[in-house]
């Protein structure tokens, strides 16, 4: 996004590299890429009336609404996401979480983007809600052709709203590959035990997944393990993980998703396992 | 593989042993209160809590009753703000009173009904009887104090013991909690845990004077999902062990579906079903129940279009008229507009306070 100046590496949007690039084209390019953020309480500008928090991208970007056509653009934008026109002059705290995740969806409509960064989208908001904003972002997606890079640490909503998933480990990327791949085929030991760890709403599958609890802490970040920086926590670890740094590789013959262990292998821990 | 396993096997002796050692004072104290061993361990009826608020009288708690028995886990489930942790510190005697009012009903523990008590003797059954694992577990401990001061004051406070066996019991605590190595960690104060290890040690704080139940209220939402693992099979394996009642408050259903033998799911201050865990996810017979089931994406399939429930939970101080569900509910007739449902009972020990369950139960 750009809101974080990268500190190296590349970033390819659209076919264009933006590290290092300059602050207007910067710009330019970033109409094509708008966030939804996880706190629809913090989020939104409190002092600012639905209308103005919608419209503002418009303030920003002049060529893409001229003055006049604001307004109804704005209002055009609260219908798609559910809401009422009228509701163009009331403040965010007139609306629930639900509401104002969808105030803050609008807006990252406003400019038609290509792609929205979905961080955490749902998981302030109550579980007979999360529903209708999971449905919302699903339904705008064929409306408006979108693609998410959808940032969740709930897992099951990963699998349900994801084509792709990426699995991440003290800022790494441990395992990536498409959905099936991931959920039904994981092939590195934290994928694994993170699945493991998810409960199922259904009581009768009690004590018959695989079950991995693992040990200890998460380390910091800021100081991560060598070589591979699961290996604290890593039920597989010998020593080839301290000395060497696994790389994102295809790792196991038969499957095209890349994983980052060295000791990669299928196991599905999301299914029943008879107990023997 | 669990720490916690590692724990228990290292020390048994240590911490099983010593922990049926109460005081005689307290001991005697709290058993004057008149418990009698043959009542059933935890009965909750008609519980009633309001919020005398600007906007109105708030019911955030409007009728609870339910049973806790030994070796018993009950789960609680509702959204937010549909009266959970209200219960809890009803239950507890740590309801901010004013706002919180207790507008009725009883909290019997073997018998004795809690709520009658004057509070010197609630607190007396709150440090040996009845134990609460908070969701965060920063604001429950004492910044200033390291971990070992406080664990050990319980033993020294209630159960008179030196300053030595003081520090050996928290000790073996934090080492049955499964915190590695404990005997140095006694030194720590609570900042130098991690969230997982923080939520660890008010466990042990909860589980030090060997309480008859545990309430956990959201004990591992903060965490982790590999860290909440292993903090609900900790719990779990705890509660097993001393055949404990426990009271497990979530909004996950997962979570519940993966410990809970029963449930009483909570909608706007009313429990609206209660029920063994299996007929609850097996064949739900409140409409919120079901929808709330259907609207919850799952890990082991990837599935289509999410039921979603539509508008919001109400304000508790303007009830829809009614059965307070009926804005949302699929089921609803004209009756449900103007009669309120009361829990009826369906059979099988289940209760639904719903006036069309019949068609729920088969739909
Ligand atoms: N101090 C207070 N003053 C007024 N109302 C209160 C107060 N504390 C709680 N309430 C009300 O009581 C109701 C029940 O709150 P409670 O904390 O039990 O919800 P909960 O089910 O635990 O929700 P959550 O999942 O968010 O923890 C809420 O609607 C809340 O607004
Ligand atoms: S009583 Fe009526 S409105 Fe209430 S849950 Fe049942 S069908 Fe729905
Ligand atoms: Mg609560």
């Known amino acids: 996004m750009g809101l974080l100046p990268a500190t190296s590496g590349s970033v390819n949007l659209l076919g264009q590299e933006l590290v290092g690039m300059r602050e207007r084209e910067l710009r330019r390019v970033r109409r094509n890429v708008q966030i939804i953020f996880q706190d629809p309480y913090a989020s939104l500008d409190p002092r600012m009336t639905v ?78 809600v999360q529903a209708q904003v999971i449905n919302l972002l699903e339904r705008l997606q064929d409306e408006f052709d979108l693609s998410y890079v959808f940032v969740a640490h709930d ?23 498409d959905e099936i791949q991931i959920y039904e085929h994981p092939t590195h030991p934290y994928t694994q035990a993170l699945l493991s760890a998810v409960p199922v709403p259904d009581p009768t599958l009690r004590g018959q997944r695989e079950e991995i609890v693992l040990t200890g802490d998460v380390p910091s970040p800021a100081n991560p393990p060598s070589g591979c920086r699961f ?31 060295h000791f990669a292998a299928e196991l599905d821990v999301i299914h029943a396992h008879p107990t023997p | ?36 061993a043959s009542a059933p361990l935890l009965v909750v009826e008609d519980l009633r809590v309001e919020f005398h608020t600007r906007e109105g009288v708030a019911h955030a708690v409007n009728g609870a009753s339910f049973t806790v028995g030994h070796g018993e886990t009950l789960g609680i489930l509702g959204e937010s703000g549909s009266g959970k942790s209200v219960t809890a510190q009803a239950v507890m005697g740590i309801l901010d009173s004013p706002p919180a009012k207790v507008g009725g009903g009883k909290v019997l523990l073997r018998g004795v009904d809690l709520l009658a008590l004057p509070e010197e003797s609630r607190r007396l059954v709150r440090s040996n009887r009845v134990a609460m694992v908070f969701q965060d577990a920063l604001s429950a401990l004492n910044p200033v104090f390291t971990v070992g001061y406080q664990l050990g004051e319980l033993f020294r406070i209630h159960r008179g013991v030196t300053r030595q066996e003081a520090k050996t019991e928290a000790v073996s605590m934090l080492d049955l909690v499964g915190i590695p190595g404990a005997a140095q960690r006694v030194s720590d104060y609570p900042h130098q845990f991690s969230g997982g290890m923080r939520q660890r040690v008010m466990i042990a704080m909860a589980l030090a004077l060997d309480p008859d139940v545990l309430i956990a209220d959201e004990p591992t939402t903060a965490l982790d999902v590999t860290v909440q693992a292993q903090i609900m099979k900790l719990l ?128």
């Not at chain 1, 099951?156 to 800022?171: E, K, P, Q």
């Open chain 1, 231 to 261: 290996r604290t926590r890593c039920w597989k670890a010998e020593d080839l993980c301290a000395e060497e740094e696994p790389a994102l590789i295809q790792r196991v013959a038969g499957t095209s998703q890349l994983s980052a262990c």
């Open chain 1, 51 to 128: 209308g103005g928090i919608v419209g503002e991208p418009f303030r920003i970007h002049p060529e893409v609404a001229p003055r006049g056509d604001r307004r109804a653009k704005v209002q055009e934008l609260l219908e798609v996401v559910g809401l009422s026109p009228e509701h163009y002059n009331r403040y965010p705290h007139q609306f629930s979480g639900g509401q104002r995740q969808r105030i803050g969806i609008a807006r990252a409509l406003a400019l038609r983007p290509q792609i929205i960064v979905c961080d955490e989208p749902v998981s302030a908001l109550d579980v007979s």
């Open chain 1, 155 to 177: 897992l099951s909503v990963v699998r349900h709203i994801s084509d792709r998933v990426a699995v991440m480990y003290l800022g790494k990327i441990a395992e990536i590959g």
């Open chain 2, 236 to 363: 779990a394996d705890v509660q097993a062990e001393r055949n404990m009642g426990m009271i497990l408050i979530t909004h996950d259903m997962g979570v519940v579906a993966d410990v809970a033998d029963k449930i009483c799911v909570m909608y706007a201050g009313r429990i609206v079903e209660r029920a063994d865990v299996h007929s609850v996810y097996g064949n739900p017979a409140h409409p919120y129940t079901k929808a709330l089931l259907e609207s919850i994406p799952r890990i082991d399939h990837k599935g289509q279009q999410l039921a979603s429930i539509e508008g919001l939970p109400p304000n508790l101080t303007k009830l829809p008229e009614g059965c307070s569900f009926h804005p949302r509910c699929r089921f609803r007739r004209d009756r449900c507009t103007t009669d309120d449902p009361p829990l009826y009972d369906i059979g099988g020990s289940r209760q639904s306070a719903c006036h069309y369950y019949e068609e729920v139960l088969a739909t």
């Open chain 2, 1 to 36: 593989m669990s720490t916690v396993d590692e724990a228990k096997h290292g020390d048994d002796t240590v911490a099983f042993g010593s922990r049926r050692q109460r005081s005689r004072t307290e001991a005697s104290q709290s058993d004057d209160l008149g418990f009698d």
